[in-house]
Structure formats: structure tokens, C-alpha cells
């Protein structure tokens, strides 16, 4: 199966930014749509940004939650297996701990339930 390993979270001001990277490794990997996630304490895990399959296909190649569109943007780079969440203009309210996400189909889904493999997450703290 596919191990997802995150990083970039950290502690930053409102206003600034973060890049969050996960690396992806497994042989069927780069056939899989992957995105991002995020939690804060006493809520529901809530899609961010979802990026298809590095591979020809129909469908939207990204997808951005309204709160988040103009602010966060999702890359990816098939040749390393990696896709990237790039924050700008942070704020307190995206204070969550986020997690890499991917599904074995080539299109983004915004529902976590349909996602089966999970990096181990990585804390964003936003100060005010």
C-alpha cells in the first residue's frame, strides 16, 4: 500500500505563510489522486485541496475548499512522488493539524471517507 510522510507545519504570524510537503512512495502511487486535509480540536475533518493523478484523464486537475481558494494553492511533482500545499495569508481560523491525503482513483474526491491512505499529519499554528 501507499505511506504518505508530511512536513512543513510549524508556528507562524497571520498573514504569513507555509509550505506543507508529502512525500508518497509505493508503486501505484503516481496513479492516485491525492489532496489535503485538516482538523482542529472538536471538529469534523474538513477537505482543503485535492490534485488528480499525475496521468492523462478526464476530470478537474485541482479543487480548493471556498475558504481556502485565492490564499492556498496544491501542487505536484510526479517525477518525486510529492505533492505540495503552498499558505499564504494565513489565519488564526486555519490553525488545524493537516493531513496528506490519496485515493486509488485518478480523480479528487472533497470527502475524507473516500480517501484510504493517510500521512500522520503535521500541526499549523497561526497566531494572531
Known amino acids: 500500500q501507499v505511506q504518505l510522510v508530511e512536513s512543513g507545519g510549524g508556528l507562524v504570524q497571520a498573514g504569513g505563510s507555509l509550505r506543507l510537503s508529502c512525500a508518497a512512495s509505493g508503486r501505484t502511487s503516481s496513479t492516485y489522486a491525492m489532496g489535503w486535509f485538516r482538523q482542529a480540536p472538536g471538529k469534523e475533518r474538513e477537505f482543503v485541496a485535492g490534485?488528480?493523478?499525475?496521468?492523462?484523464?478526464?476530470?478537474?486537475?485541482?479543487m480548493y475548499a471556498d475558504y481556502v481558494k485565492g490564499r492556498f494553492t496544491i501542487s505536484r511533482d510526479n517525477a518525486k512522488n510529492t505533492i505540495y500545499l503552498q499558505m499564504n495569508s494565513l489565519k488564526p481560523e486555519d490553525t488545524a493539524v493537516y493531513y496528506c491525503?490519496?485515493?486509488?482513483?485518478?480523480?479528487?474526491?472533497?470527502?475524507?471517507?473516500?480517501?484510504?491512505?493517510w500521512g500522520q499529519g503535521t500541526q499549523v499554528t497561526v497566531s494572531s
Open positions: 491525503a490519496a485515493r486509488n482513483d485518478i480523480t479528487i474526491a472533497p470527502l475524507w471517507r473516500l480517501y484510504g491512505y
Open positions: 490534485i488528480k493523478a499525475g496521468i492523462n484523464g478526464s476530470g478537474r486537475s485541482t
